[in-house]
T-cell receptor
Framework: DSGVTQTPKHLITATGQRVTLRCSPR?????VYWYQQSLDQGLQFLIQ???????AKGNILERFSAQQFPDLHSELNLSSLELGDSALYFC?????????????FGPGTRLTVT | TQLLEQSPQFLSIQEGENLTVYCNSSSVFSSLQWYRQEPGEGPVLLVTVVTGGEVKKLKRLTFQFGDARKDSSLHITAAQPGDTGLYLCAGAPRGNTDKLIFGTGTRLQVFP
């Protein structure tokens, strides 16, 4: 158990809909990262937040957005969903300081768009 | 664009065999990590190497960081079915140490 929690575990929804994925980082970690993992694309970095502020952006679509709240939990919002958005979405957190490069992953949310 | 290429992409072996997975880049990284991921679960951090030439051992797993900090290897001795999974290397670029570049992955299957 990494200490990172994600809800829900599974999500099935229809095209065009909007969903919100939730992540709680490990106690004390200030950074939260979101990743998308598809069968044929590996682990793709979407976005990073640090202490409530956006710090880095990866291959995140305009239909996707995220935020980190004062209690450091984070939400990833996916809208106008398409079939191709079906994937595993992982959240990871990392500590502040010298070992900030070590990321601890949650169990993921499996999104199925039908 | 910094890339981490892993080889082989797939590996199927019998229990008891040895294997090595490689992670290569043309870029220098300030640190490199190895993760193992089982189906439907999140990647689990196995080890971090920071110094060029560094070797770390975790039971039957041996990790090495290249002298120039551009590559790494993972060697498994006497593989067990429990070693089955997706192995990912990830590097922290110099100057941006809290962002990771993930490798392409090596899918290992160990048969009893």
């Amino acid at each position: 158990d990494s200490g990172v929690t994600q809800t829900p575990k599974h999500l099935i929804t229809a095209t065009g809909q909007r969903v919100t994925l939730r992540c709680s980082p490990r106690s004390g970690d200030l950074s939260v990262y979101w990743y998308q993992q598809s069968l044929d694309q590996g682990l793709q970095f979407l976005i990073q937040y640090y202490n409530g502020e956006e710090r880095a952006k990866g291959n995140i679509l305009e239909r996707f957005s995220a935020q980190q709240f004062p209690d450091l939990h984070s939400e990833l919002n996916l809208s106008s969903l398409e079939l191709g958005d079906s994937a595993l979405y992982f959240c990871a957190s990392s500590p502040f300081g010298q070992r900030s490069y070590e990321q601890y992953f949650g169990p993921g949310t499996r999104l199925t768009v039908t | 664009t910094q890339l981490l290429e892993q080889s082989p992409q797939f590996l199927s072996i019998q229990e008891g065999e040895n294997l090595t997975v490689y992670c290569n880049s043309s870029s220098v990284f300030s640190s490199l990590q190895w993760y193992r991921q089982e189906p439907g679960e999140g990647p689990v951090l196995l080890v971090t190497v920071v110094t060029g030439g560094e070797v770390k051992k975790l039971k039957r797993l041996t990790f090495q960081f290249g002298d120039a900090r551009k590559d790494s290897s993972l060697h498994i001795t006497a593989a067990q079915p429990g070693d089955t999974g997706l192995y990912l290397c990830a590097g922290a670029p110099r100057g941006n140490t809290d962002k990771l570049i993930f490798g392409t992955g090596t899918r290992l299957q160990v048969f009893p």
